[in-house]
């Protein structure tokens, strides 16, 4: 199933932020004493020494004019220099880096007007100073030039509470056998989904993982769907239906059957052709047509539901099976996942939509444009 595909991607992307999550704690940081000229959002605070590399620590500051939410992540191609050599980014910690496979970003929201991370170069002299260069961006990204550092300074810092103070959530996207997973992972309970659609209908997949200190619920009842509809030359918006369980299964029944009709009208088909093929060969064109006719006129009337029947047993036995992964609502211990997917019903014009569940206090929104 493509939800356990998700699951299992979202627990290896989950493990691989872990692994690398927060450094040790600090015994000995510098005071950053000056910087000539940087972003004015970003406060650089202390440089940590270790064997092997060099450790910024670093605050990002929501502008107060800004009150819509904010999407960070650091460039990849970002580094440190002294005029002579080039150090360049190891990690990030409590920020995401850019990457190819994973796009992934920090929300600052309003309420959230601070994010504390730490980036980790390549080890570099502290006694001169330094600039940190961001090739992604002269004018918005990392940039500091004329950086200097009180040497005889220091100070002890434990990281990991510098960080956890001003954990967000984070929002990101990778593909999975060619399809767009979106994601959060808010305060541990990390949200992920895709989705497939046809003319009339909309196939929701969601993947849940609790990585809290508690349960969660899902709840059926606490998603809901909106879409809009064209009206002139404005649009309305409208509340697209969500199938419940038992109205699936009915669904799908009623597919199931549509398709046997089909499939022994097909065959049928191919019958009165064949016969037709056979009829014609030394016999005259219209008895030939007549002979037809008269073979799909009954053909046509044994399509009944005794010989759909033999079809529809065969779709009987898995049904059960296409239908065991529908959502439910579901408690969710700690440490636990729950995965499955919804069919919801797309009207005719409706070519966007925006799906928001709500867990544990927050919402996690999903958009589709789906033209």
């Known amino acids: 199933m493509r939800t356990l595909n998700i699951l299992a991607r979202t627990a290896l992307t989950l493990f691989l932020g872990a692994a690398c999550a927060f450094p040790a704690f600090s015994a000995d940081c510098k005071k950053i004493a000056s910087v000539d000229s ?20 670093a605050i990002f500051t929501l502008p107060a004019e800004i009150t819509e939410p904010v999407y960070v992540n650091v460039a990849r191609k970002i580094y440190v220099t002294d005029g002579e050599m080039n150090y360049s980014l190891v990690r990030a910690h409590n920020v995401p880096v850019e990457d190819e496979s994973v796009l992934e970003y920090a929300i600052l929201e309003n309420k959230d007007r601070k994010l504390n991370f730490i980036l980790e170069f390549e080890k570099f002299p502290i006694d001169e100073k330094f600039d940190i260069v961001d090739e992604s961006s002269e004018t918005e990204g990392l940039n500091f030039r004329g950086v200097s550092v009180d040497a005889s300074s220091s100070k002890s810092v434990d990281a990991k509470r510098f960080m956890s103070s001003t954990q967000l959530c984070r929002y990101g996207k990778f593909y999975d056998n060619g399809n767009c997973i979106s994601y959060y992972d808010r305060d541990g309970v990390v949200v992920a989904a895709n989705a497939s659609y046809g003319d009339d209908n909309f196939t929701l997949y969601l993947s849940l993982v609790n990585n809290s200190d508690h349960g969660i619920l899902f709840n059926t009842k606490n998603l809901t769907v909106k879409g809009h509809k064209p009206k002139g030359r404005d649009s309305v918006e409208v509340n697209l239906y969500v199938y419940s369980k038992n109205d699936y299964v009915d669904l799908v029944a009623a597919e199931d059957r549509y398709e046997a009709q089909k499939q022994v009208q097909s065959n049928g088909m191919r019958e009165v052709e064949s016969a037709v093929s056979f009829a014609t060969i030394g016999t005259p064109i219209r008895s030939a047509e007549r002979t037809g006719l008269t073979i799909l006129s009954g053909v046509l009337k044994d399509i009944n539901y005794n010989r759909v029947k033999p079809h529809l047993a065969e779709l009987d036995k898995t049904r059960e099976e296409r239908t065991k992964d529908y959502l439910l609502s579901q408690s969710i211990d700690a440490g636990e996942s729950h995965s499955g997917f919804l069919r919801i019903s797309r009207p005719k014009k409706v070519n966007d939509c925006m799906v928001t569940l709500h867990v544990d206090g927050y919402d996690f929104s999903f958009d589709y444009d789906i033209k």
């Open 38 to 57: 940087g972003n004015a959002n970003v406060s650089l605070r202390y440089v940590e020494q270790t064997d092997s590399t060099s450790l910024v620590y």
